[in-house]
């Protein structure tokens, strides 16, 4: 079975940094597409950043063009979210999805992400 752990959200500072994990059990990350979301308050969930199988291409949205990237380190089977230059609109529930892709072709994050972690939290106050 599939599973995905978020973890490292927190409160934080207007222009500080946090980084996210997302650990991936039963199978690995290297064959899934794994996307970031997120929902703030009151808001639809929005995709950030997404990865296609192999990282064979990764899509940013604009809101965190120059401020996210992801990683993933395969030895430890987890996908990570480096935040930047946080805002206080970045506020949300973050989310890491996968979906099956071992042919590397899924693009973007409008795809159908059939796992979903639980979400951590991420506070950008002053």
């Known amino acids: 079975q599939l599973q995905l752990v978020e973890s490292g959200g927190g409160l934080v500072q207007p222009g500080g940094s946090l980084r996210l994990s997302c650990v991936v059990s039963?199978?690995?990350?290297?064959?899934?597409?794994i996307g970031w979301f997120r929902q703030g308050p009151g808001k639809e969930r929005e995709g950030i950043i997404c990865?296609?199988?192999?990282?064979?291409?990764?899509t940013t949205a604009h809101v965190a063009e120059g401020r996210f990237t992801t990683s993933r380190d395969k030895p430890k089977n987890t996908v990570y979210l480096e935040m930047n230059s946080l805002k206080p609109e970045d506020t949300a529930v973050y989310y890491c999805?996968?979906?099956?892709?071992?042919?590397?072709?899924?693009?973007?994050?409008?795809?159908?992400?059939?796992?979903w972690g639980q979400g951590t939290q991420v506070t950008v106050s002053s």
């Open positions: 039963g199978f690995s990350v290297e064959h899934f597409a």
């Open positions: 990865s296609s199988g192999y990282e064979a291409s990764t």
């Open positions: 999805a996968a979906a099956w892709d071992k042919s590397g072709s899924l693009h973007g994050c409008d795809n159908e992400y059939n796992y």
